[in-house]
């Protein structure tokens, strides 16, 4: 009788602490807090052979969300052959553009227990969990040791943040006296943050306004980063995560994989993402003027195939519970790489138009609104204009206040 009670007992015990578990995996998930668009470095952008052998990269991102543990998520997305990471480490950097860290927050990164993990061709991985206790905007390093190259790397050129390589397996080490600087992100596509199940991420999706074009190098002043911190000030905690790749375009490849291919990696399947800001197609308008397509029944061909493309877009995302904000296209009649003519002043016009009224979004962000000059409305306003096309940093400041935070708090319906 006495077993049979301990039996009971035990089985009890074991029910309530599955309960219990079970319970704790409801109040939490795992949300994007930092991320990249992955795309293959063209050849000037790789990184050079001799920091694949015995060589650690340390590379510094900027979080949005604060948090307890974290999770790291390395990619060979556009490998061919595997990638081996022989040792990676995780801490607390001394700030944006500097390769030290706090001794007391270094941590190793394993793969199911184990220091070295070797990513398939096309594949991502997860680290395991590791407690590192920080908070919302801190810089955190991620180290990577690797002794060898895949055949075909994958990373993201336009990183607008220094990383650093040094000699030898130092990827816990806090003091990094004497690395060579790279000016690119390699391999890494996100940093997770274990968060309450009420907390999302919302995903800047783009071309090179939003990847941070004219940026400062380590400032974190793209229009995603001062977005996230209106998010913060508001109260409401949210990861932000900026997929712009520079040269992007919606329906055909640029630098990188055209947008409609990527849309699923970069937003969808990203962890937590609840909400994507769309802002796509002055390189595809400007490209069909420079490359000498520009007839009439082209052009609107180009605006109807841009019109399918963010229907396409809006309904996977939807599928999934994901709201779309869509970004209307910003001037761009002073850049001197497309020099549209009127008629493709006429197709952005057409196009923004339909963003704001076709009811296909959830909410709009009118950065055309926010950024033109009102005397010339194919041209940016003479404060946010860097170049005829990208906006200043004044105008990037302005194009995250375009964005309606009310329109963030709001979660549409699906499966995620």
């Not at 993201?156 to 390589?165: I, L, N, Y």
């Not at 937590?272 to 609107?300: F, K, Y």
């Not at 841009?306 to 519970?321: D, I, N, S, Y």
Request: charged share 20%; glycine share 12%; proline share 5%.
């Amino acid at each position: 009788m006495q077993k049979t009670h301990m039996a009971a007992l035990a089985a009890g015990l074991l029910l309530a602490a599955a309960a219990t578990a079970a319970d704790s995996s409801k109040k939490w998930h795992w949300v994007a807090s930092w991320g990249s668009a992955q795309m293959v470095p063209e050849a000037q952008n790789e990184l050079p052979q001799e920091h694949w052998r015995d060589a650690t990269l340390r590379q510094i991102v900027h979080v949005a969300l604060g948090g307890e543990k974290v999770r790291v998520r390395i990619s060979n997305a556009f490998g061919t052959t595997p990638l081996t990471v022989e040792a990676a480490g995780i801490g607390l950097a001394r700030a944006p553009g500097n390769p030290d860290i706090d001794p007391q927050s270094a941590r190793a990164l394993t793969f199911g227990g184990r220091p070295s993990v070797m990513i398939p061709a096309g594949a991502e991985y997860y680290s395991d969990v590791v407690a590192l206790p920080h908070k919302a905007g801190a810089d955190i390093a991620v180290s990577l040791y690797f002794n060898g190259a895949p055949s075909k790397q994958t990373g993201h050129p336009g990183s607008r943040a220094t990383s650093f390589v040094a000699k030898g397996q130092r990827t816990l080490d806090a003091a990094w006296s004497g690395a060579e600087k790279i000016p690119r992100w390699y391999m890494l596509a996100d940093v997770e943050v274990q968060a309450p199940r009420d907390v999302g991420a919302v995903a800047a999706v783009g071309d090179s306004i939003t990847d941070g074009y004219g940026t400062t190098t380590d400032g974190n002043d793209r229009w995603p980063d001062v977005l996230a911190g209106r998010i913060a000030a508001g109260g409401k905690a949210m990861g932000v995560v900026n997929v712009g790749i520079g040269g992007g375009r919606m329906l055909r490849d640029g630098l990188g994989p055209n947008l409609a291919s990527r849309f699923d990696r970069d937003v969808i399947t990203r962890a937590g993402v609840t909400h994507a800001v769309v802002m796509i197609g002055v390189n595809d308008l400007g490209g069909q003027h420079r490359n000498g397509e520009d007839i009439p029944t082209a052009r609107a061909k180009l605006i109807e195939d841009l019109q399918q493309a963010h229907r396409q877009l809006v309904e996977r995302a939807h599928a999934h519970g994901i709201c779309v904000i869509g970004g209307t296209v910003t001037p761009y009649a002073g850049s001197d790489y497309y020099r549209p003519a009127a008629t493709n002043e006429a197709d952005r016009q057409q196009l923004n138009d339909w963003i704001r009224k076709s009811g296909v979004f959830d909410a709009v962000a009118d950065f055309d609104a926010a950024l033109r000059d009102p005397q010339q409305p194919d041209k940016l306003r003479k404060e946010y204009d860097n170049d005829g096309l990208h906006p200043s940093i004044a105008g990037l400041r302005a194009m995250a206040e375009a964005v309606p935070l009310k329109a963030l708090q709001t979660r549409c319906g699906g499966a995620k």
